[in-house]
């Protein structure tokens, strides 16, 4: 791969960058919000790079070379002769970086859905500590639907040894995950820094057929205890009498009580 095309690879991987974290919301498809920053100080960094080598190899063309540039062309000539070949323009395997910093620019991939919820295994918060003796979970409001997020719902489905869920029609959102033999979940996925150490918060529904994989739904419903609660051996189900289908958010990895404001 030649210099001039080098430089070329830098500035599509900077602009790249610029346009799924400045210009768009695509990267919280992948990461957190918080590293936005980042990212884009990143894009600034690698066009900055592709500017200065444009300007000190020439772009698209190499810049005439001069005296000293040809003696040490050909210095290096003299060297390739010894063992055949040349290293001058690079492998030709560096081309399939063109790969990623063409897709960013042009397709930028779909945040993580129902493939990977499918095949990762549901883990529900760890119940929160308490020290005084009271309740693990607050009580839930007495009239309404209450608006809950999958991992909040989760957490007391499997930890929440007082039911507090009981008697309570719950809205959760989520995006859809086929199960084996008919079955479905509502599931979000959240990440810590990236997709790349998402975890799986997923809820078993009973009752309507499961919309299209990875279709982003809001379920209301009633918990159905599974298995003792405060061990392993629970998992959430909800009991669901609507389903109702909604936008996909912005930020797909953001567990958050999903309001109207904020659809």
Same mark, same amino acid.
């Given at each position: 791969?030649?210099?001039?095309?080098?430089?070329?690879?830098?500035?599509?991987?900077?602009?790249?960058?610029? &346009?799924?974290?400045?210009?768009? #919301?695509?990267?919280?498809?992948?990461?957190?919000?918080?590293? !936005?920053?980042?990212?884009?100080?990143?894009?600034?960094?690698?066009?900055? =790079?592709?500017?200065?080598?444009?300007?000190?190899?020439?772009?698209?063309?190499?810049?005439?070379?001069?005296?000293? #540039?040809?003696?040490?062309?050909?210095?290096?000539?003299?060297?390739?002769?010894? &063992?055949?070949?040349?290293?001058?323009?690079?492998?030709?395997?560096?081309? =399939?970086?063109?790969?990623?910093?063409?897709?960013?620019?042009?397709?930028?991939? $779909?945040?993580?859905?129902?493939?990977?919820?499918?095949?990762? *295994?549901?883990?529900?918060?760890?119940?929160?500590?308490?020290?005084?003796?009271?309740?693990?979970?607050?009580?839930?409001?007495?009239?309404?639907?209450?608006?809950?997020?999958?991992? *909040?719902?989760?957490?007391?489905?499997?930890?929440?040894?007082?039911?507090?869920?009981?008697? &309570?029609?719950?809205?959760?959102?989520?995006?859809?995950? $086929?199960?084996? &033999?008919?079955?479905?979940?509502?599931?979000? =996925?959240?990440?810590?820094?990236?997709?790349?150490?998402?975890?799986? !918060?997923?809820?078993?529904?009973?009752?309507?057929?499961?919309?299209?994989?990875?279709?982003? /739904?809001?379920?209301?419903?009633?918990?159905?205890?599974?298995?003792?609660?405060?061990?392993?051996?629970?998992?959430?189900?909800? #009991?669901?009498?609507? /389903?109702?289908?909604?936008?996909?958010?912005?930020?797909?990895?953001?567990?958050?009580? /999903?309001?109207? #404001?904020?659809?």
């Amino acid at each position: 791969m030649k210099r001039n095309i080098q430089v070329l690879l830098l500035l599509f991987l900077g602009v790249g960058l610029l &346009h799924i974290s400045l210009l768009t #919301d695509l990267y919280l498809r992948y990461v957190r919000p918080g590293l !936005r920053p980042a990212l884009i100080a990143s894009g600034v960094l690698l066009i900055a =790079l592709g500017a200065v080598s444009a300007a000190r190899d020439g772009f698209p063309f190499n810049r005439p070379r001069t005296h000293g #540039d040809a003696q040490d062309q050909d210095q290096g000539n003299e060297a390739d002769h010894g &063992h055949g070949h040349s290293h001058a323009g690079g492998p030709k395997v560096a081309w =399939l970086l063109y790969v990623p910093a063409l897709t960013i620019l042009f397709l930028a991939p $779909p945040a993580l859905g129902s493939y990977t919820a499918s095949r990762d *295994d549901a883990k529900a918060p760890k119940a929160p500590a308490s020290t005084t003796g009271d309740s693990l979970f607050p009580a839930l409001p007495d009239k309404g639907v209450v608006e809950m997020s999958l991992n *909040d719902f989760s957490s007391r489905a499997v930890w929440d040894t007082d039911r507090t869920l009981k008697g &309570h029609t719950v809205r959760l959102t989520g995006f859809v995950t $086929p199960g084996r &033999h008919g079955t479905w979940y509502v599931s979000r =996925l959240v990440i810590s820094c990236c997709a790349a150490d998402a975890q799986v !918060r997923k809820v078993r529904v009973h009752g309507p057929a499961a919309p299209p994989a990875d279709t982003w /739904v809001t379920v209301t419903g009633t918990w159905r205890p599974t298995g003792k609660l405060g061990t392993d051996d629970a998992s959430p189900a909800l #009991d669901v009498s609507i /389903v109702d289908r909604v936008p996909a958010p912005k930020d797909p990895y953001h567990d958050v009580v /999903v309001t109207p #404001d904020s659809r």
